[in-house]
């Protein structure tokens, strides 16, 4: 308990970090999709709103459990720590909300809410979206997203003590 209360991170880092954070992703996604086909889709609001809201929203999880797992370690160690923790945190939550925009579409042709069926098709239509995201998706992480994510894993690791 003691560990999980000196990670805790402040107010400040979290409410300032998370914009920052999805501002990070949201430049990141826009920079790929760019270079991946000079942004010509008619779908550039919806993945500017969805890269962003995968960092904003994965920045408090990410902090918090990158703080936990550098407490009382070397700065490699830390940043090490801050490295995976963003880039899988970032990744799953950005995937969670493109799999409940997926949902959200296909839910008008499934049966009603609550039956075996119904289970099986949101199982079955998440794990669809997260694969689709997994394939087209990460890719407008990169080249960009690398840099930042380099770059504030670092940050986090030296001001950490």
Not at 112 to 136: C, D, E, K, N, R
Request: aromatic share 16%; hydrophobic share 60%; glycine share 8%.
């Amino acid at each position: 308990m003691n560990r999980l209360r000196a990670a805790w991170p402040s107010l400040s880092e979290l409410f300032i970090g998370a914009p920052l954070w999805g501002i990070q992703m949201l430049i990141s996604a826009m920079a790929g999709l760019y270079l991946r086909n000079s942004m010509e889709t008619s779908h550039v609001l919806d993945l500017a709103i969805l890269y962003f809201g995968g960092g904003l929203l994965s920045w408090p999880f990410n902090l918090l459990a990158g703080r936990y797992l550098a407490l009382g370690h070397q700065v490699e160690a830390r940043f090490a720590a801050f490295f995976l923790v963003l880039t899988m945190g970032t990744v799953m939550m950005t995937a969670f909300l493109f799999a409940m925009d997926y949902r959200i579409f296909y839910s008008r042709w499934h049966s009603p809410f609550g039956s075996v069926i119904w289970m099986f098709q949101f199982v079955f239509t998440g794990a669809s979206a997260i694969y689709q995201f997994l394939v087209l998706g990460l890719g407008l992480f990169l080249p960009l997203g690398l840099a930042c994510l380099f770059a504030t894993s670092l940050a986090l690791a030296k001001r950490m003590r």
